[in-house]
């Protein structure tokens, strides 16, 4: 069984459409994660939650709303999809708000075209 | 504040020859060091991490890294390199006491040559 799994992988959407990623984690973590890593392989966090509460949103637009139903699940919703949006997507979970070990998804493949 | 920083954005070895990925990093207080592997088209996996206690870690796949507090660096280091460990290397670093939240270097492309 996948311990954190994210769907779709790959995602092909024309500009300004609306899009969701879900992720699910099946290891009982108390915090999940949304990180964005780009054409460079640059990882970046962009939301983190505790519990089903936002803990950190790290400047990213309003266009990118999580939603966090309970905390096993974690899905990314973005609005008004732009070209610069054309990223991987990866969601992650830690035991809990300060747990070392992140635990990774496989990514989701965000191209906007 | 932290940061980490990864010099090289690849390392060439040989098939058989020991390899070293680069990591050098800045904290206010103690650090947690983190190694993690992201193989094409996949997530990244915790190899292996430092929190306290001895400065050499060993961690997954043969792979071990060295905690030197003077030089702050976490080098990653494994004694024989194989083609199947060619992938992109991350190191991360938290404060403790701090934001939980580590902050990733750019990566290192490891290539390992037959």
């Known amino acids: 069984d996948t311990a954190v799994s994210q769907t779709p992988k790959y995602l092909v959407t024309q500009m300004g459409n609306d899009k969701s990623i879900k992720c699910e984690q099946n290891l009982g973590h108390d915090t999940m994660y949304w990180y964005k890593q780009d054409s460079k392989k640059f990882l970046k966090i962009m939301f983190s939650?505790?519990?089903?509460?936002?803990?950190i949103n790290e400047t990213v637009p309003n266009r990118f709303s999580p939603k966090s139903p309970d905390k096993a699940h974690l899905n990314l919703h973005i609005n008004s999809l732009e070209l610069g949006d054309s990223a991987v997507y990866f969601c992650?979970?830690?035991?809990?708000?300060?747990?070392?070990?992140?635990?990774f998804g496989e990514g989701s493949w965000l191209t906007v075209v | 504040a932290q940061s980490v920083a990864q010099p090289e954005d690849q390392v060439n070895v040989a098939e058989g020859n020991p390899l070293t990925v680069k990591c050098t990093y800045s904290?206010?207080?103690?650090?947690?060091l983190f190694w993690y592997v992201q193989y094409p088209n996949r997530g990244l996996q915790f190899l292996l991490k430092?929190?306290?206690?001895?400065?050499l870690v060993k961690g997954s796949y043969g792979f071990e890294a060295e905690f030197n507090k003077s030089q702050t660096s976490f080098h990653l280091k494994k004694p024989s390199a194989l083609v199947s460990d060619s992938a992109l290397y991350f190191c991360?670093?938290?404060?403790?006491?701090?934001?939980?939240?580590?902050?990733f270097g750019r990566g290192t492309s490891l290539i390992v040559h037959p």
């Open positions: 991360a670093v938290r404060e403790t006491g701090g934001s939980y939240i580590p902050t």
């Open positions: 992650a979970s830690t035991q809990d708000s300060s747990g070392n070990t992140i635990y």
């Open positions: 939650y505790n519990n089903k509460e936002l803990i």
């Open positions: 430092y929190i306290t206690g001895d400065n």
């Open positions: 904290v206010s207080g103690n650090p947690y």
